[in-house]
């Protein structure tokens, strides 16, 4: 496409979706609530039609080698399509944070001030290949009465034209703008580019995705940007662990989705405790295919173990490998963490109660555990119903952004004729 095409093309969009924001903040929250329930029922009703479109998504990129646990994160099936209806269902039956006040007080001039929650506007999404962001960021925007623009990766585009144009049919069928979900189809480079520049309607811009994704969107939007995603998530063997939950914790925040930012990338162990747990530890991850790379001490507690690099300290794999480090305390440790991770996930285990304290508020993260895996940070986990993504900065929204997270609030002012002296 040229660039004036593309700037028409894009203009399009911004318009209708500037005209669907203000029809969607009229809504009452029962219109919406139904609204999410007709289009649960219809990803269910054409379950074959999008399984049929991300089964030829899926093998494109297959085909083209793409990595095992982006293809993970690639598939639908049909237990995942339920997930993305229930995921509707879950935003339907939470209270709708529209309209409420965080706050109201009186001015010794009688002035009354409330501050209300209300809509962003329009929100702009740039995600890669996971089809299941299209319903969930829909359900959210949509809830809080906001109207959204998708950008998909190449990788999923027919799975997401698929959800789309099912979701649309449910509203229109409402008597609701389609237009309250657009997805760009286009995916030239250009495209993407043109759309984080289109700051005239778009309020918002969150990109979930691997970490180039989100550097080229924070470094060329003119859209303010919410990051998110990125996790180099770790988990710190204490000395005071209780050896019978390292494993069954290690295992589901490594293996359980490898393709996943709240999947643990890197151990670290104390150092007393590492020939008493490394060796079983390491047995356990290389019977579900985990390539380990550690420091001296790994290596010579698991067998196969290869070294690790500070570049591997720094990865975020999102595949079958994690890096294993040795440390002499619980300081080292939370200074290793906040040089290396991504402000996301990361995870403690230990039955010493002050360590475990150091840990929460030292560890520089949105989400910081004690004793549980890192999978965890989830909206639907935390109760959230779906999420938007897991924003990883400090402004505005941190951790799981759910419904409470897209909405802004502006104050509203009732007097009785006062003016300013």
């Known amino acids: 496409m040229e660039s004036r095409e593309i700037n028409e093309y894009l203009e399009t969009l911004g318009r209708k979706a500037a005209f669907a924001k203000t029809a969607l903040q009229k809504l009452t929250t029962e219109q919406k609530d139904h ?25 494109r990129a297959r085909a083209a080698g793409m990595a095992e646990g982006l293809l993970d994160r690639l598939r639908l099936t049909p237990e995942r399509i339920e997930a993305m209806a229930e995921g509707l269902l879950q935003i339907a039956a939470l209270q709708d944070p529209v309209g409420d006040v965080i706050e109201a007080f009186d001015r010794p001039n009688g002035l009354h001030i409330e501050k209300v929650r ?5 929100i702009g999404i740039i995600y890669e290949a996971r089809p299941n962001v299209t319903a969930d960021a829909f ?45 760009i189809e286009h995916n030239d480079r250009e495209v993407t580019t043109a759309f984080m520049k289109l700051k005239e309607y778009v309020d918002v811009l969150i ?29 710190y063997i204490d000395e005071a662990a209780d050896p019978e939950k390292v494993i069954p914790i290690v295992l589901n925040a490594k293996t359980q989705r490898i ?15 590492a020939d008493r747990i490394l060796p079983a530890l390491g047995e356990a ?27 591997d300290y720094a990865t975020e794999y999102l595949d079958l490998i994690i890096s294993a480090k040795t440390v002499s305390s619980v300081e080292e440790a939370i200074i290793h963490i906040n040089r290396y991770n991504t402000g996301h996930s990361d995870a403690i285990i230990t039955e010493d109660k002050a360590h475990a304290e150091q840990f929460l508020q030292e560890v520089d993260a949105a989400c910081v555990y004690v004793n549980a895996s890192t999978r965890f940070t989830d909206g639907f986990e935390f109760g959230f119903g779906a999420e ?25 002012i009732t007097g009785g004729g006062q003016i300013r002296p």
């Open 35 to 59: 609204a999410l329930k007709s289009a649960a029922s219809a990803l269910v009703k054409e379950k074959d039609s999008l399984l049929a479109a991300n089964e030829k998504d899926y093998q």
């Open 118 to 122: 209300v809509p962003m506007g329009v």
């Open 139 to 183: 359900g959210l925007c949509f809830k809080t009465g906001n109207a959204v623009i998708l950008k998909g990766g190449s990788d999923a585009c027919l799975s997401n034209q698929a959800i789309t144009e099912t979701i649309r049919t449910a509203l229109m069928q409402e008597g609701i703008d389609g237009a309250a979900i657009q997805l």
């Open 207 to 235: 990109p979930r995705g691997g970490a180039g994704l989100i550097r080229s969107v924070v470094e060329n939007s003119t859209i303010p940007v919410i990051e998110t995603g990125t996790g180099n998530c770790h988990i």
């Open 259 to 273: 393709g996943v930012c709240n999947a643990c990338e890197s151990l670290l162990v104390h150092e007393k405790i």
């Open 285 to 311: 991850l290389t019977a579900k295919q985990v390539e380990i790379r550690g420091d001296e001490t790994v290596r010579a507690n698991i067998p196969g173990a290869g070294p690790a690099t500070e570049e």
């Open 388 to 412: 938007i993504g897991i924003s990883t900065q400090k402004l505005h929204a941190r951790g799981p952004m759910g419904l409470r997270e897209l909405t802004s609030y502006k104050y509203q």
